[in-house]
Nanobody
């Protein structure tokens, strides 16, 4: 059972940056694909970015392309989401997730096997 712990959320002004981290409890994480999702109040959880186990395949939701960068360090069992040029509409709880099929990036929550507890990101205007 892989446990995921997110960190790095907080309050930032529009245009600012944050870097989220997702620390995994097991080395098996290095063979899993990883995704970042977010959920704003009253809305469904939505896909933000995903990365295959090797880092070779990466995919972004359109609204974050060019602003967010997903990456991972398998030696540290940790994934990252660098968020630049933040906008108020990026405000949400951000979750990292992992799926055992490491070669395929999925955009739907039901394909992920493990989830973190989430970290709040608030962007003020």
């Amino acid at each position: 059972q892989v446990q995921l712990v997110e960190s790095g959320g907080g309050l930032v002004q529009a245009g600012g940056s944050l870097r989220l981290s997702c620390a995994a409890s097991e080395r098996a994480f290095s063979s899993y694909a990883m995704g970042w999702f977010r959920q704003a109040p009253g809305k469904e959880r939505e896909f933000v970015a995903g990365i295959s186990w090797s880092g070779f395949n990466i995919y972004y939701e359109d609204s974050v392309k060019g602003r967010f960068t997903i990456s991972r360090d398998n030696a540290k069992n940790t994934g990252y989401l660098q968020m630049n040029s933040l906008k108020p509409e990026d405000t949400a709880v951000y979750y990292c997730a992992a799926k055992r099929d490491g070669s395929v990036i999925a955009t739907l929550t039901e394909y992920y096997d493990y989830w973190g507890q989430g970290t709040q990101v608030t962007v003020s205007s």
